[in-house]
């Protein structure tokens, strides 16, 4: 039944073709492409040419004929096509960590005197460490309200608070927020929204500027699949562009680099928000690896990531019942990202054990096994091979081998 | 004459046998390898697993398996061992401008109390740009003193000053100034110095434990020819590892990281330094690239760079007399970087005819050609046809067709 139900799906997938776009290892199901994506097959081919051509033989005058000047700006705005984001708005450089860092500061300085930044206590901790650190410089309290209660505390105190720093979906649970009416609460404040779009960007339909957004960042490298530890990016609304004034003031945001001025002038724009040389091999890894969109519509994928989600929580509900697993990913379809995580008290063997069966998840302490939905790559036989394996190892005790029990620095 | 002197210095060169190490394009002059080194022959490969194995097949699992994980630290060893720093002191990633901004920013916090930051007219402008953000974060004075007046400054009122931020070359003349002595006067003073080593890493011997250091920055894509962009780097002494109090507090910092943790705690030693996820593929190239220094001193760069530049000057004072050009560079090796500017009132069109011959320089506006000198790959022989075709273009003229009279965006 399940084996039926998945091969219809597939056969009526609009996006089945797009599973061509990557090099997937065979014999591999890949649920983890929330951390780091799978590798697109425009990307070798680019990275080739930029070690090769660009570097070893163009070598400096690549900076002018093979755009390496104009490259952050130039892959912002491709992502920003996928984040709701008109052009001129995006940039891509650096790490999730800086962009969050000099993008958060800069939007509590356009709120002078609000004592109060708010952030989520389930956010990634690097967005919590930041907040905080943001707040030691500005003076500021770092308050971590709940995303689901944010808008009451906005409600009730939000002329004190500068920034309400959140993300649409939990980075463990995958629970999906509503982005619009966070920001509208924002708003009404006359406080800034600030997005982390990591497990969003590439993933559902983000509509930036539709919603009003202030601000956002995110990470290249897990749904957008730009590579490990690929470039980050920061979106700044247009009408905060003349007054965003941050931190990490690198040249390549100066209004005239060229003439080595001693004095900071930024640049007009998006330019602005460019800080240090960016990473061009990994920059031209992302830039190649967007083009797996071309063509694509977010709500195909949103659609299909759906499917897959919701065709995982049936297979599960069938085929894991009785055997000590628990749904922690909301079933409602407006409430879900594009991942499932499930809840064992066995969860690192179980999730070890898959990944020795070439089904690879990840876990987060202490009992989450979670699971990624790429849609662009992912089929419905893939999930219900997932979830069958899974049955299979809690069922024959597989994952309690000794082997699997030791634990490796990275999970 | 000087094509015998060039002859017999190249046969002498020790080094001869590194040039092999690198892929250099057929008929070019490489002299901008302080803007962009050139390609190092281990990197394709290098770059290639990384993509197609270490992504593409072994996917999340290389955090564990391929050294992912440990990849800046390990890198920032590598980088150690070129500038006088024991192991567990240097960590690669991320861009210059932001680990300038990051250590900066944490050494003025081990100095509270006191209230000037002094950094160099002639530095580069993101490291003045930066000195002025953390002033204004910290509410400190930045007081631009030349890096021949700063022992004196710091002698008169060094009890006021938090941080001395200097770099030991001059990035437009190749002026080489003595950190030592600079480095003395601001332990006198009770200051801290901090060290921009990007026209210094892979030139020449730098000995920071040996002249005891505070802090250091540099980038990767210079001298250490690791790529566009390559990752940057930071050295702390390890005497302020465990008071290093930085900003840019990113998770892979986190002294348990996956504990997940919505509290900051600081790992001990280098680790704490570490901010975001590193650009992976432009990792492995830097790391690839140090492998050209393997087995090679750092002493006979030192005089092989020395007999390049003064070969250079030489040829200049015979071939150029008379041609409208004056040496920005000093004459004094004690006092001379790994590069030599000369000044000329129409040195960007000189450059672009030089280019357009295969004999790759860059400017600095207004008046500067500027050469830079990598000595694990250039000859004395590339020197001196540098020289010729300068000279050749200066009497002909060729540099005022008017297709070299156009100024693209980047020089």
């Given at each position: 039944?399940?084996?039926?139900?998945?091969?219809?799906?597939?056969?009526?997938?609009?996006?089945?073709?797009?599973?061509?776009?990557?090099?997937?290892?065979?014999?591999?199901?890949?649920?983890?492409?929330?951390?780091?994506?799978?590798?697109?097959?425009?990307?070798?081919?680019?990275?080739?040419?930029?070690?090769?051509?660009?570097?070893?033989?163009?070598?400096?005058?690549?900076?002018?004929?093979?755009?390496?000047?104009?490259?952050?700006?130039?892959?912002?705005?491709?992502?920003?096509?996928?984040?709701?984001?008109?052009?001129?708005?995006?940039?891509?450089?650096?790490?999730?960590?800086?962009?969050?860092?000099?993008?958060?500061?800069?939007?509590?300085?356009?709120?002078?005197?609000?004592?109060?930044?708010?952030?989520?206590?389930?956010?990634?901790?690097?967005?919590?460490?930041?907040?905080?650190?943001?707040?030691?410089?500005?003076?500021?309290?770092?308050?971590?309200?709940?995303?689901?209660?944010?808008?009451?505390?906005?409600?009730?105190?939000?002329?004190?608070?500068?920034?309400?720093?959140?993300?649409?979906?939990?980075?463990?649970?995958?629970?999906?927020?509503?982005?619009?009416?966070?920001?509208?609460?924002?708003?009404?404040?006359?406080?800034?929204?600030?997005?982390?779009?990591?497990?969003?960007?590439?993933?559902?339909?983000?509509?930036?500027?539709?919603?009003?957004?202030?601000?956002?960042?995110?990470?290249?490298?897990?749904?957008?699949?730009?590579?490990?530890?690929?470039?980050?990016?920061?979106?700044?609304?247009?009408?905060?562009?003349q007054t965003f004034d941050h931190p990490v003031?690198?040249?390549?945001?100066?209004?005239?680099?060229?003439?080595?001025?001693?004095?900071?002038?930024?640049?007009?724009?998006?330019?602005?928000?460019?800080?240090?040389?960016?990473?061009?091999?990994?920059?031209?890894?992302?830039?190649?690896?967007?083009?797996?969109y071309d063509g694509v519509d977010m709500e195909?994928?949103?659609?299909?990531?759906?499917?897959?989600?919701?065709?995982?929580?049936?297979?599960?509900?069938?085929?894991?019942?009785?055997?000590?697993?628990?749904?922690?990913?909301?079933?409602?379809?407006?409430?879900?990202?594009?991942?499932?995580?499930?809840?064992?008290?066995?969860?690192?063997?179980?999730?070890?054990?898959?990944?020795?069966?070439?089904?690879?998840?990840?876990?987060?302490?202490?009992?989450?096994?979670?699971?990624?939905?790429?849609?662009?790559?992912?089929?419905?036989?893939?999930?219900?091979?997932?979830?069958?394996?899974?049955?299979?190892?809690?069922?024959?005790?597989?994952?309690?081998?000794?082997?699997?029990?030791?634990?490796?620095?990275?999970?």
């Amino acid at each position: 039944m399940l084996n039926q139900r998945a091969a219809d799906l597939d056969s009526a997938d609009p996006l089945a073709h797009v599973r061509g776009r990557f090099i997937l290892p065979e014999d591999v199901v890949y649920l983890d492409g929330n951390s780091l994506g799978a590798l697109p097959a425009a990307v070798p081919a680019a990275v080739e040419d930029a070690v090769h051509r660009q570097w070893g033989t163009d070598l400096i005058r690549s900076w002018n004929t093979n755009g390496w000047w104009d490259a952050p700006v130039r892959t912002g705005d491709a992502i920003g096509r996928l984040i709701g984001a008109a052009p001129g708005q995006v940039v891509a450089g650096d790490s999730t960590s800086v962009q969050l860092f000099n993008t958060l500061l800069a939007a509590a300085r356009l709120r002078p005197g609000r004592p109060l930044l708010l952030t989520d206590p389930d956010h990634f901790p690097t967005d919590q460490y930041i907040a905080d650190s943001v707040g030691r410089l500005l003076g500021l309290e770092v308050r971590r309200v709940p995303a689901r209660e944010a808008a009451a505390v906005l409600a009730a105190e939000g002329d004190r608070i500068a920034v309400a720093a959140y993300a649409p979906v939990d980075y463990r649970t995958g629970e999906l927020y509503d982005m619009a009416a966070l920001t509208a609460a924002a708003h009404t404040a006359g406080a800034l929204a600030h997005w982390d779009l990591c497990h969003a960007a590439g993933a559902l339909p983000v509509r930036l500027d539709a919603i009003g957004a202030d601000f956002a960042v995110g990470c290249g490298y897990k749904y957008l699949s730009g590579g490990p530890g690929a470039p980050a990016f920061a979106y700044l609304a247009r009408r905060h562009q003349q007054t965003f004034d941050h931190p990490v003031t690198g040249w390549h945001g100066h209004a005239e680099p060229f003439a080595m001025s001693g004095t900071y002038t930024p640049a007009p724009g998006i330019t602005r928000a460019r800080l240090g040389t960016p990473p061009l091999l990994s920059l031209a890894a992302l830039e190649a690896a967007l083009t797996a969109y071309d063509g694509v519509d977010m709500e195909d994928v949103r659609a299909k990531s759906l499917s897959l989600t919701g065709f995982f929580q049936d297979c599960a509900d069938e085929l894991l019942d009785g055997l000590g697993f628990t749904m922690a990913t909301p079933r409602d379809p407006a409430r879900r990202g594009s991942q499932v995580a499930l809840r064992h008290p066995e969860a690192y063997p179980l999730v070890a054990a898959l990944v020795a069966r070439g089904v690879i998840g990840d876990m987060r302490a202490p009992d989450l096994l979670r699971f990624g939905f790429n849609a662009l790559y992912l089929t419905h036989a893939d999930v219900l091979r997932a979830v069958e394996e899974l049955r299979d190892i809690a069922i024959s005790g597989a994952h309690r081998a000794p082997a699997l029990q030791e634990r490796p620095t990275v999970t």
